[in-house]
């Protein structure tokens, strides 16, 4: 089963910017590559839901953003690493909360956590002055 690596995170004053990054391997294909999956990237304020953040499907045709990253957060591939990257500026408090990186080979984006079938371990953002 496909293994996703997740580093980054910590600790940043509001206003300062992260990039977490995300590395797949053990490809169940062995020609496969990070271009057999859409993934997103979603998060989890102690006491709430997981809530999907970005989704950049597999195929390029979709890339969604939640309204509260818009503009703040983007996402970048590095095929020839097999990582993904999600890159936060202008953090704000509110963006404190566990970060995971998910993957899916369907080819569609649902920012939804079911939707999704392997996950990173999770990396913590702490965003506090």
């Known amino acids: 089963q496909l293994q996703l690596e997740q580093s980054g995170g910590g600790l940043v004053e509001p206003g300062g910017s992260l990039r977490l990054s995300c590395a797949a391997s053990?490809?169940?294909?062995?020609?496969?590559?990070?271009?057999?999956?859409?993934i997103g990237w979603f998060r989890q304020a102690p006491g709430k839901e997981r809530e999907g953040i970005t989704c950049d499907s597999k195929s390029g045709s979709t890339y969604q953003v939640a309204d509260s990253v818009k503009d703040r957060f983007t996402t970048a591939r590095d095929n020839a690493k097999n990582t993904v990257y999600l890159q936060m500026n202008t953090l704000k408090a509110e963006d404190t909360g566990t970060y995971y990186c998910?993957?899916?080979?369907?080819?569609?984006?649902?920012?939804?956590?079911?939707?999704?079938?392997?996950w990173g371990q999770g990396t913590q953002v702490t965003v506090s002055s």
């Open positions: 053990d490809f169940p294909r062995f020609d496969g590559t990070l271009d057999d999956y859409t």
């Open positions: 998910a993957a899916t080979s369907r080819t569609l984006c649902i920012l939804s956590a079911p939707f999704f079938e392997s």
